[in-house]
């Protein structure tokens, strides 16, 4: 044993043992890996870039009090974005984001564009929401104007008197960041409203939200007032004309009167069919005046299940199209629409 010690000591020295750590310069590294590789030039990866150039700060609005924010089109470009106690503000996301997080906010009116993921409201007063989105929830609100285009049911929980309206806007980027977010105008399902804490009156209806079916609703919030905005020029417009979002109603009672008509366009070789079912809801509206639009949708299907469903044995190879369900609450004749009406 005495030996092994020995030969331990001959080779660790009477001094007590260290460790050295030696850095080599970023510039000498990366000197080094070009010998190496036989490169001229370093490559550029997106994460090296993107960690380089995104501050989070750009992305929130925190404390804020009676202030006006635009952010333009192009400025967010599909990042997280949070609105955090502010009071009295107008906030504007001209872009398209991956998700919205607005919490303990009071007095407040905020416009949202395209959401590819969830909204989330939380613990705020009196305020006045316009959004696009995948998902929108709330808890913990009091008072709120929801002008919604939402793409599965909207979620409330412990909110009270909190009302919905069908959004309508228009502005020039939209579609295309509609797009970008992987929504449609035409899958809004604004009228169906889940409530987890009801509180339920005669036929099972919660009290704690109303659906605010005027067509004018999202017009009469006043965004482009230049008592509320001042002179900022928002480049947006709020009328339901020229909205790209169509107005429903949802299905609405039972016992409303009328006959229910469902109308499904489909694409062609020279348009969506989302453009001919705008044109063709368009056309409706004009010449027929007392027709309601109750709901649409955008679906993509396969040539066979359209052909199953529709019960046609052949003439129908389009993978998609776009449904609207109408009511008349006066007898509908298929005559008064021709199809140079709407078809482009």
Known sequence: MGQVLAVLRNLLGNGTPTMQISTVDSEILNRRRLSSTGQTTLKSYSWSNRLNTINPDDYKHIGLESRTIVH????IKGHQFIIERC????????DWTDSITILDCTGCAI???PCKGSTFVR?????TILVLCQQFRTRDCRRISVHLCCSTKPIIENTVAAKFACLQVSYGELEGQMAQAGLSPFNNNWTN???FTPNNGEGGTSHNFSLITDELATAKVGLNDPEVIGETDLLASFDPSISLVPFTTGNGPASDPGE???VIVFATEKAKSSQL????????????????LLSTMEITMLPHDLRRILHMSSGINSPSGTSCRFRSILPMYTSALQCSDFTM
């Open 72 to 75: 333009q089109p192009g400025s």
């Open 87 to 94: 009071r009295n503000c107008n906030i504007f996301l001209f």
């Open 111 to 113: 416009f949202v564009g």
């Open 123 to 127: 613990n705020c007063d009196d305020c």
């Open 193 to 195: 409203v889940h409530d």
């Open 260 to 262: 229910d008509c469902l």
């Open 277 to 292: 079912a705008r044109s063709f809801v368009s056309a409706v509206r004009a010449g027929q005046p007392a027709m309601i």
